[in-house]
């Protein structure tokens, strides 16, 4: 081959070998160790370890306890896939700790909203407890900004609406988070 021809080649390939290196980068950024190197979780299981020890004694070892969705603090009958995710992660923290965790959406007759999940408003709380034998039920909401997602939990006494525990967290509202905040 004439040294035209390999440079006129070379050209026409760069643009393929860069594309290659750009997909290589995508396949870098979304592996394993990219994710689960990922703080969500991490900073939903510090959250319930701090309520974890604010309980240490306030609570009967026999009782369970309620976990309800955390909703979005400017529409309290609405949440997303992250205020469910949340509750979820906080729940299984819990129970890793100790506490019984009663698992709602096994129950047929709590009241789910369709995409929601087990919304829990004030009225509620009382009944809720009650009928499952409750000593507690968490609750939480999250609000956005530009660029954070600020989250509460919170550990109420359903008969008194005392507080018994509560936390408080800041998420970086990073393109995971971002995704999981989109409306379904």
Same mark, same amino acid.
């Given at each position: 081959?004439?040294?035209?021809?390999? #440079?006129?080649?070379? +050209? %026409?390939? *760069?643009?393929?070998? =860069? @594309?290659?290196?750009?997909?290589?980068?995508? /396949?870098?950024?979304?592996?394993?160790?990219?994710?689960?190197?990922?703080?969500?979780?991490?900073?939903?299981?510090?959250? #319930?370890?701090?309520? +974890? %020890?604010? *309980?240490?004694?306030? =609570? @009967?070892?026999?009782?369970?306890?309620?976990? /309800?969705?955390?909703?979005?603090?400017?529409?309290?009958?609405?949440?997303?896939?992250?205020?469910?995710?949340?509750?979820?992660?906080?729940?299984?923290? %819990?129970?890793?700790?100790?506490?019984?965790?009663?698992?709602?959406?096994?129950?047929?007759?709590?009241?789910?909203?369709?995409?929601?999940?087990?919304?829990?408003?004030?009225?509620?709380?009382?009944?809720?407890?009650?009928?499952?034998?409750?000593?507690?039920?968490?609750?939480?909401?999250?609000?956005?900004?530009?660029?954070?997602?600020?989250?509460?939990?919170?550990?109420?006494?359903?008969?008194?609406?005392?507080?018994?525990?509560?936390?408080?967290?800041?998420?970086?509202?990073?393109?995971?988070?971002?995704?999981?905040?989109?409306?379904?």
């Amino acid at each position: 081959m004439n040294m035209k021809r390999i #440079a006129s080649l070379s +050209l %026409l390939a *760069l643009p393929l070998l =860069l @594309a290659g290196c750009a997909l290589d980068q995508k /396949a870098a950024e979304t592996n394993y160790s990219s994710v689960s190197s990922n703080a969500f979780v991490a900073s939903n299981y510090k959250a #319930a370890d701090a309520i +974890l %020890l604010q *309980l240490n004694g306030k =609570l @009967a070892a026999d009782k369970p306890l309620i976990m /309800a969705t955390i909703v979005n603090i400017d529409a309290l009958e609405q949440t997303s896939t992250l205020g469910r995710l949340v509750s979820e992660q906080i729940s299984t923290r %819990l129970a890793q700790g100790g506490l019984k965790m009663l698992e709602m959406k096994l129950r047929n007759n709590v009241y789910l909203k369709r995409n929601q999940g087990e919304l829990m408003l004030t009225r509620e709380i009382s009944e809720v407890a009650h009928t499952h034998n409750a000593q507690a039920i968490v609750v939480g909401s999250y609000a956005e900004s530009s660029d954070t997602v600020f989250v509460n939990i919170k550990v109420i006494q359903p008969n008194t609406n005392f507080v018994l525990a509560g936390q408080d967290f800041v998420l970086a509202k990073e393109a995971i988070v971002r995704s999981m905040l989109q409306r379904n």
